[in-house]
């Protein structure tokens, strides 16, 4: 059965590092483009980053570029975000996703396995 785990999330003072894990299981993450989302209550679901399986081209939301990195580790079957001088608004809940088509997409509903979540909360 295909599935996604996410760790590393917590408690970070603002200017804080943290970075996330997503290991799959199931399936190889090297062969999908892989995204990171965010949500808060209240608000929709939106990308942060994502990395693309064929050339492992990188997207980035405005809100993170130059602070958060998005990599892989394909002997670990493992996607990384690196999160960098966090802010209090990055307090969310981040949830990895596998795109099942070919290409990156930017789009929630173009994904198609989802983890869990990890919380991630950014103390001011």
């Known amino acids: 059965q295909a599935q996604l785990a996410e760790s590393g999330g917590g408690l970070v003072q603002s200017g804080g590092s943290l970075r996330l894990s997503c290991r799959g299981s199931g399936f190889t993450l090297e062969y999908n483009t892989i995204g990171w989302f965010r949500q808060t209550p209240g608000k929709e679901r939106e990308v942060v980053a994502c990395?693309?399986?064929?050339?492992?081209?990188?997207y980035y939301a405005d809100s993170v570029k130059g602070r958060f990195t998005i990599s892989r580790d394909n002997a670990k079957n493992t996607v990384y975000l690196q999160m960098n001088s966090l802010k209090p608004e990055d307090t969310a809940v981040y949830t990895c996703?596998?795109?099942?088509?070919?290409?990156?997409?930017?789009?929630?509903?173009?994904?198609?396995?989802w983890g869990q979540g990890t919380q991630v909360t950014v103390s001011s």
């Open positions: 996703a596998v795109r099942g088509a070919f290409g990156p997409s930017i789009r929630a509903a173009s994904y198609d396995y």
């Open positions: 990395i693309s399986s064929s050339d492992s081209s990188t």
